[in-house]
């Protein structure tokens, strides 16, 4: 039985627990890879974003740098003062630009400033931008020399007088002198509330929140998100402010808890999947092991009973057969004979009614004439019936009855079938010691009735199944007693069909004690 077991249970690993181990091994191998493959996808998109809006104040600045240089080409180059006109008038209404300068590159640098009328300029700003454009000599020779066509914005160049200025130079490609320049710079505050906020809101959608941020104070100027949002998760420079940074974060979740979340739920998907194959691995092995175990009892069953039934058989037909044929020598063996044959036809009566009885439970046809029994008459009833078939058996018999129990709501034939199996038990499962003891008595509103021998008694383990349909303990003595393995089980039936209960003691070599116990009326 172990070998046929164990090998459907290797088959069953292999073509079922096999390939969800594989196949839960290679996807959580594969969590870590799609986790990474969508946290890059998620900061390319963040950065293609803010590149996108570090792309249009580009585009912006570029369009004045343009506009710029087409206001002073309209001019006459030596007519500075409608060229100044010109540059003051875009000053007064570009109100993104703090103030626009020019200059000629020079040892001693020429510089003109265009502030808007409202806001002059003070020594100390016209002093850090002469600082400016000295410090960054070097640089702006370059970018002079450059000799581009299209207008170049130069790096922006930071000022120190307005906390976050940018200061952006670049060529003017219309005037004579190729060392002309011409400086922007921008009104910071301005600038993000009228060109960026509009764009950020066209770029992010509803996806994501952009905020803007000082980079000394990591202080948060700006956020598409409710006030005060500090959560970022990219940040680029802004080009043209680069004292400010541009922040990007998606709404809601963060791609690295959504995917964590994903991988976790897919976790928990895998863990359960692989929970319910083992489950059904077991169940069907378990089925499979039942119906195994079935086939088995059922094979023992035919041969246990048939075991029972040709022993008395055999003994009838061969007293009769001696009987018929008159070879009984005396009238005394006669006698024996008769007997033989009558207690061998009892027994063969009992084996049939108990397998009739059982298949009656099995089916649920049994009926019980449930009505007022007193359980002392049916223990007198059993031991008047037995005691032939005790003694002759070489068994004493100790009936100790209580007076005035109470009377139970019984059905009279079942429980007499009942007690019998018990006694017949005690008679087949006792060695040395022959003692049969029926005990009647009552506990408040309980009424019992116990049969107790001093036979081979029964392990714990036993004791756990002794009431299951078929099932015989398996050792020593009991494999020579003869038996189906139904008494006990349509013993419990009974007792249930009362709503009893029943309890046994007993311990190996020393007996058995099985007490029915019901309500008493
Ligand atoms: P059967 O007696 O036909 O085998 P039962 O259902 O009556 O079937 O009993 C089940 C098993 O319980 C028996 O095979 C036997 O091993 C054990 N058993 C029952 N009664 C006793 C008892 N009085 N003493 C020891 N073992 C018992």
């Known amino acids: 039985m172990r070998k046929p077991i164990s090998k459907i249970f290797i088959i069953l690993i292999i073509i079922v627990l096999l390939p969800a181990i594989i ?5 959580i191998s594969s969590l870590n890879e799609n986790e990474k493959a969508i946290d ?29 240089n087409i206001l002073i080409a309209e001019e006459e180059p030596d007519n500075r003062l409608s060229k100044n006109k010109a540059l003051q008038q875009y000053v007064n209404v570009n109100s993104n630009i703090s103030f626009i300068f020019t200059g000629r590159l020079s ?22 931008i002469l600082k400016v454009i000295k410090t960054n000599d070097l640089k702006i020779k370059k970018l002079l020399a450059s000799d581009q066509t ?8 930071e000022a120190s007088f307005d906390d976050a200025a940018g200061v952006i130079l670049f060529p003017i490609n219309y005037t004579s002198d190729d060392n002309d320049f011409c400086g922007i710079v921008i009104n910071p505050k301005l600038f993000l509330i009228k060109i960026l906020e509009p764009q950020i809101d066209l770029a992010v959608q509803k996806d994501f929140i952009v905020s803007i941020i000082k980079n000394k104070t990591g202080e948060n100027i700006y956020s598409t998100g409710s006030n005060g949002y500090t959560e970022i998760h990219q940040k680029q420079k802004l080009l043209l402010l680069p004292r400010y940074s541009i922040g990007i974060v998606l709404k809601g979740q963060t791609i690295s808890n959504l995917v964590k979340q994903r991988t976790n739920r897919t976790l928990i998907l895998i863990f359960l999947v692989d929970l319910l194959l083992l489950i059904g691995l077991w169940y069907a092995i378990k089925n499979i092991k039942t119906e195994m175990e079935l086939t088995r009892i059922k094979a023992e069953f035919i041969a246990n009973v048939s075991h029972e039934l040709r022993t008395p058989l055999s003994l009838i037909s061969l007293f009769a057969e001696t009987l018929v044929l008159g070879r009984a020598p005396t009238s005394e063996k006669q006698k024996e004979y008769q007997k033989i044959i009558l207690e061998e036809t009892g027994r063969l009566s009992r084996i049939v009614n108990k397998i009739l009885s059982f298949y009656e439970i099995e089916g649920h046809k049994k009926g019980y004439n449930f009505k007022p029994t007193d359980l002392n008459s049916i223990a007198m009833k059993v031991m008047d019936n037995y005691n032939y078939q005790l003694e002759n058996a070489g068994f004493t ?8 129990i109470p009377k139970i709501n019984g059905d009279g034939e079942s429980l007499t079938e009942a007690l ?4 017949d038990n005690s008679m ?17 509103n309980l009424v019992f009735i116990k049969v107790k021998d001093f036979g081979i008694g029964m392990s714990a383990q036993s004791l756990k199944k002794i009431f299951d349909k078929f099932y015989r303990v398996q050792n020593g003595l009991v494999h020579e007693t003869k038996g189906a393995g139904l008494g006990l089980s349509i013993v419990k039936s009974i ?5 009893g209960e029943i309890n046994v003691q007993s311990t190996e070599g020393e007996g058995s004690c099985f007490e029915l116990k019901f309500k008493g009326i």
């Open 40 to 68: 890059s996808l998620y900061n390319n998109q963040l950065k293609s974003t803010l590149r996108s809006i570090n792309r249009y104040s580009l585009d912006v600045v570029n369009s004045w740098m343009q506009r710029i």
């Open 150 to 157: 299209e207008l170049t914005i130069s790096e922006s160049l």
């Open 428 to 444: 087949k499962y006792s060695k040395d010691k022959k003692e049969v003891e029926i005990e009647t008595g009552s506990t408040g």
């Open 23 to 27: 196949f839960s091994a290679y996807e």
């Open 397 to 404: 018999c100790k009936l100790k009855l209580c007076e005035n």
């Open 107 to 128: 040892n001693h640098p020429d510089i003109f400033f265009y502030a808007p009328d409202k806001k002059p300029l003070g020594k100390f700003v016209r002093d850090s």
């Open 420 to 423: 019998i199996n018990l006694v």
């Open 495 to 499: 007792v249930d069909a009362h709503k």
